[in-house]
Every structure is written in structure tokens, then in C-alpha cells.
């Protein structure tokens, strides 16, 4: 069998050809092709990676954010609950105290008005009893309220204790101004004389005397001299009676609404007349 050659270099050249052909235009685009998409999966595998990286950190910022949230809200809550509390006892001591400052300022209107209410009481007792005695008197001995005083005030001066005598001599020795005698009554002359002998007679010498009558003193009579005073009245029983019905009051009402003692009534050691000698 004879080659023909012609042939056989034509079909290698054919076959070069389509080689060279399918390399061209067919191998080279789907290689391109699929180097490209190669890269671009590579690509985008990279930009989902890149994504995924930001996600994750953007996951990771947002449970950071939210457990600090959490903290800060619990440390709020905390401290809105202390305050809350705190409020709550602050509110709660200012209430007790409003309370005790309500109940103490009853305790002291109820405390004046029992002792406006006892003033008024040892007032009226004291003109209603001058003017009972006044009038036991009248009925009775034929010798008015006053000049029984008159006569008590000026036997005392007689009486003098020497400690009180001496005391009083000194004041009236050394005062520039007239003794003053103040009564609640309008002293009549003959007893005017009396006190003024009683006076002389008692000191010696002869005393300035200058007569007033006050509604300060209740049924008593009282001579001051440079500061001394000499005083008969018959406050001193009411004083003590005050004493006495202000005592019992206290053991009868609770210790929140004791009354508090009179001054003068709580100065007087019994209840007898007496005559007072000291500074004025």
C-alpha cells in the first residue's frame, strides 16, 4: 500500500491548524474564563471573609456594648434603689420629727393654756378671798380687811429678826430717797401713823416715809428702801395653794402635759404669813 505524503502533510496541517484554532479560540476564552471566575470566587471568598471578620468583630462590639449596658443598668438600679431607700428613711425620720415637733407644740399650748388657765384661777381665787376675808372680818371683829393688815404689817415691823433689822437700817441710813410704803388699799392716817412710829421707834430715828397704793399687790402691804424690801401679803397662802393644785395636776396628767410651776409659787416654803426681808 503506497502513503500518499501529500495527504498526510495536509491532514497534519489540518490538524495543526485546528489546533492552533481550538488553542485560539476556544481553550485560551474558556481558560480566561475560568481564571476570571476564579479570581472572582477568590475575590469574593475574600470579601466574605473581609465580611464575615466584620460581623464577627461588629458581633463581638455589640455583646461588649450590651454586657456594659447591662453593668450600667444594674449599677443605676443600684444606685436608684439606695437613693430610693435613703429617701424613703430620710422621709420617714422627717416625719417622726415633724410628729414629735406637732406633739411637742401641743404639749406647750396645752402647758400655757393650763397656766393661763391656773393665773387666771389664783387671780380670781385671790380677789374673791381679799374680798370674803374683808368681809369675815367686818362681820365678825368690827375691823375691816385693811386695818387687820395694817396692824400685822406694823406688829412685824416691830419684829424685826436682828439680821433682818440690821439690813434694813443700813438701807434706810444710806438711801437718799424717802421709804417707800405701797399697799393694795389706800392706807388710812391713824395707821399711816402707825407705820411711821413703828419706824421711828424701831430704828431709832426719824424715817422719811413716802405712802402709795398699788393694784399689783393683792391684800399685802410692803416698805422698800435702797433696795430692801419688807413685804406682808396674803399671796404667800395663795402662792402655795397654786403649788399645791399645780402638784396635784402633775400627778394626774401624762408626762407630756406636766404643768410647770409658778415662779413665785414655788418659792414659798409654807403657807403662813411672813414678813420678807432682801434685795428687791
Known amino acids: 500500500m503506497l502513503i500518499d505524503w501529500f495527504t498526510v502533510g495536509a491532514q ?89 415637733t406637732l406633739r411637742t407644740n401641743q404639749a406647750d399650748a396645752l402647758r400655757g393654756d393650763q397656766l393661763r388657765l391656773g393665773n387666771e384661777i389664783t387671780l380670781l381665787a385671790e380677789k374673791e378671798v381679799f374680798a370674803i376675808a374683808r368681809k369675815t372680818l367686818t362681820d365678825l371683829a368690827t375691823v375691816s380687811l385693811e386695818e387687820r393688815v395694817g396692824e400685822v404689817f406694823t406688829r412685824q415691823l416691830r419684829e424685826l429678826d436682828p439680821k433682818a433689822k440690821e439690813l434694813l437700817g443700813t438701807a434706810l441710813k444710806n438711801s437718799s430717797q424717802p421709804a417707800r410704803v405701797r399697799s393694795a388699799f389706800v392706807l388710812p392716817a391713824d395707821q399711816r401713823a402707825a407705820i411711821q412710829n413703828a419706824l421711828n421707834e424701831t430704828f431709832s430715828a426719824a424715817i422719811q416715809i413716802q405712802f ?64 420678807l426681808v432682801g434685795a428687791k
Not at 444606685?79 to 422627717?94: C, G, S, V
Open 212 to 275: 402709795e397704793d398699788s393694784q399689783d399687790l393683792i391684800c399685802g402691804i410692803e416698805l422698800t428702801a435702797n433696795g430692801q424690801k419688807v413685804a406682808w401679803s396674803i399671796s404667800s397662802y395663795l402662792n402655795a395653794l397654786s403649788k399645791k393644785v399645780s402638784d396635784l395636776v402633775d400627778t394626774q396628767s401624762p408626762p407630756a402635759f406636766k404643768t410647770a410651776p409658778r415662779p413665785d409659787a414655788a418659792k414659798v416654803p409654807a403657807p403662813e404669813p411672813a414678813a
Open 12 to 100: 497534519i496541517v489540518n490538524f495543526l491548524v485546528l489546533v492552533w484554532l481550538l488553542q485560539h479560540f476556544l481553550y485560551k476564552p474558556i481558560l480566561n474564563a475560568i481564571d476570571a471566575r476564579e479570581k472572582r470566587i477568590a475575590a469574593e471568598l475574600a470579601d466574605a471573609d473581609a465580611k464575615k471578620a466584620e460581623a464577627e468583630k461588629e458581633r463581638t462590639n455589640f455583646e461588649d456594648k450590651n454586657n456594659a449596658f447591662v453593668q450600667q443598668r444594674s449599677a443605676l438600679l443600684n444606685k436608684a434603689t439606695d437613693e430610693a431607700k435613703a429617701e424613703r428613711e430620710r422621709l420617714i425620720d422627717q416625719a417622726k420629727k415633724d410628729a414629735e
